[in-house]
């Protein structure tokens, strides 16, 4: 169970890490915990693999790329085989298994213009067991906020 | 490549967890803390940089139950039904998506809870408060990657 501090700190790390010159002890003033326990906590659960990456989040398009969401019907005994060669692609960043009947949901980013991730799709569609395989591009975009409270 | 790049790419990975990181990363692409941040600074203002921040593994967070759900909300709708789900803290992802022949959802929210109950609860609640009655809940059943784009 993490601490009451550990928490204040996680949850304050996953919204905004201020970019200044000593960001740890900025996040841990606004906090009341010092620049060395925020230090300590980030360390801590970075190791035991809670945290993922600390970092820069980007607005992909801002950057050039473009991206979408692609849903695809694959057979299933060549399911996890399709997912491992779609998931080669370093422009692949999330792919999973879902429930129903398109079972393979994966996101598709490229430096460029939506042609580019048109043609990486129709790559994708030619793997043996894809049965169909569909793009579903933002038109609009809502919300974007991972903040899990621990 | 652009100093701009070069910081992006600095950023997209892990920063150095120390007390000054950006003097660190700085120094590594010959820079001064100073133009590091300023340029921070201005990708940040231009809505680039989103924010900087720690991304944790939901699952090892104690968020076991995570289900994208894609609904069928008539295009009028679209706007308010979005902004009600975005308002969810449950709700961490919400966007309009183009729709395709044989599927007509166009609004995906992902969900996450500490269990399925939660999700259909929430689930139950946006029903509830949009009065959209069409969705597919789309359980995710095997992860095979997860990972933070690398874009230089």
């Known amino acids: 169970m993490a601490t009451r501090v550990e928490k204040k700190v996680l949850d304050a790390a996953q919204a905004d890490i201020p ?132 | 490549m652009t100093r701009k790049q070069a910081i992006v790419r600095a950023l997209q990975g892990d920063i150095p967890l120390e007390p000054a990181p950006f003097k660190k990363l700085a120094a590594g692409l010959g820079l001064t803390e100073e133009k590091f941040l300023g340029t921070l600074g201005e990708l940040k203002s231009r809505g680039v940089l989103r924010c900087l921040r720690a991304i944790v593994r939901h699952k090892r967070a104690g968020y076991s139950a995570n289900a994208m759900v894609a609904w069928k909300v008539p295009g009028n709708r679209a706007s308010s039904f979005g902004k009600a789900a975005a308002a969810l803290p449950a709700i961490s992802h919400c966007y309009e998506r183009l729709t395709r022949p044989g599927w007509p959802y166009n609004l995906y929210t992902m969900v996450h809870g500490r269990s399925r109950a939660d999700i259909s609860k929430v689930v139950a609640g946006l029903v509830e408060k949009t009065g959209v009655k069409e969705y597919l809940v789309l359980e995710s059943l095997r992860e095979f990657k997860k990972t933070s784009m690398v874009y230089f």
């Open chain 1, 19 to 150: 970019a200044v010159s000593r960001p740890f002890a900025a996040l841990g003033a606004g906090l009341g915990v010092s620049e060395a326990e925020v230090l300590k906590v980030l360390k801590a659960y970075k190791k035991k693999g809670v945290i993922r990456r600390i970092g820069g989040s980007f607005e992909t398009r801002k950057l050039g790329f473009s991206s979408t969401l692609a849903g695809a019907r694959v057979a299933p005994a060549r399911l996890a085989a399709v997912a491992e060669e779609i998931s080669k692609f370093p422009g692949v960043t999330h792919c999973y298994e879902r429930a129903g009947e398109m079972n393979l949901w994966f996101t598709v980013g490229v430096r460029g213009s939506m042609a580019g991730v048109d043609r990486k799709l129709a790559s994708f569609r030619k793997l043996p067991g894809v049965e169909k395989c569909f793009s579903f591009p933002v038109k609009k975009m809502f919300k974007i906020k991972t903040l899990f409270p621990v």
